[in-house]
């Protein structure tokens, strides 16, 4: 670990959040300079990249609050305290799309905001699903399910109707995964 | 845009930040159930893939306060006050890597976490580099310049060297717009 120009002098939680809290830390730099740091402290979450026996990926439309719009996304949901992203991956996947899956493997994770925010999401793959009912959230009202092919999403990407982070790194891990 | 099932009943910022303000929104839905909506605002940024002549891309190591560790990323930086998301990385590209360019293309736009923030970054790709002094923040010490290939990139992304979403979402970016 290379060496740091500033120490921390004082860390508070301003505000306990539903889905994460804000913690400021002010800092002082070797120079003398004070700053401060904010941070969205994150549980973390698992995101599913569901592929049928198609190859069709299940996708999700959701309607997402910060940005007053639906948006297409693979399964995902918030770590619950302590939880193991693979549970949490296995759940998300049925409360979402009403799929299951007992083939599961994990793709990789990923900083989503590093700049502010330390949310890690792990991202895994789920075969041979097997179909049942979903079981959403009051919050995840109006939530469909859309499949596409592997080509139909990129084209998506490249249009800009695919536009969230995690789902595009879900399809470069997928994309990595069958390169082997 | 499909009906919702709940009304904003009061909004409230109550925290202006450096990097993010943070507005919490009571709802409530038509059930009558109540809940809040907890939304980093953010500005949004510009994200930089430079590729070098010999088609090296340009990557930079550098401190995360809320991972407290380095993160080999693409250059990027938070916009200003109304700044042009090009503006912004021109800006960055030269603050963080010294390099300068005056063929930079949009890639696209991702949302980096929908659920939380509604920080939107767009991905640029940077061509013909000319090679100049960087001009980084105190905040931005110990950073340094990785130069990688795109089959080299590929593989820390899988190996987990590369974590951060923007980066992978870049390259995602940069090899299908190398498939046209």
Chains 1, 2 share one sequence.
Not at 9 to 28: C, M, N, S
Not at 47 to 55: Q, R, S, Y
Request: glycine share 8%; aromatic share 10%.
């Amino acid at each position: 670990m290379k060496k740091l120009n500033f120490k921390v002098l004082k860390t508070d939680i301003i505000h306990k959040g539903r889905v994460f809290d804000l913690k400021i830390d002010e800092i002082i730099y070797d120079s003398g300079n004070k700053g401060f740091r904010e941070t969205a402290v994150h549980p973390g979450g698992a995101v599913v990249l569901p592929v049928k026996e198609n190859g069709d990926i299940i996708f999700v439309n959701q309607f997402r609050f910060p940005h007053d719009q639906f948006v297409l996304e693979l399964p995902a949901g918030k770590l619950d305290f302590n939880e193991d992203p693979f549970i949490c991956a296995k759940r998300e996947l049925t409360e979402e799309t009403g799929y299951s899956s007992e083939k599961i493997t994990k793709l990789g994770a990923i900083f989503t905001t590093p700049g502010f925010s330390n949310e890690i999401l792990h991202i895994y793959l789920a075969k041979e699903l097997i179909e049942g009912k979903h079981n959403r959230e009051e919050g995840e009202f109006g939530m469909e399910i859309v499949s596409l092919s592997l080509k139909e999403a990129e084209e998506k990407i490249k249009s800009g109707e695919i536009v969230d982070a995690k789902t595009i790194c879900g399809i470069l891990y997928y994309k990595l995964s069958l390169d082997n």
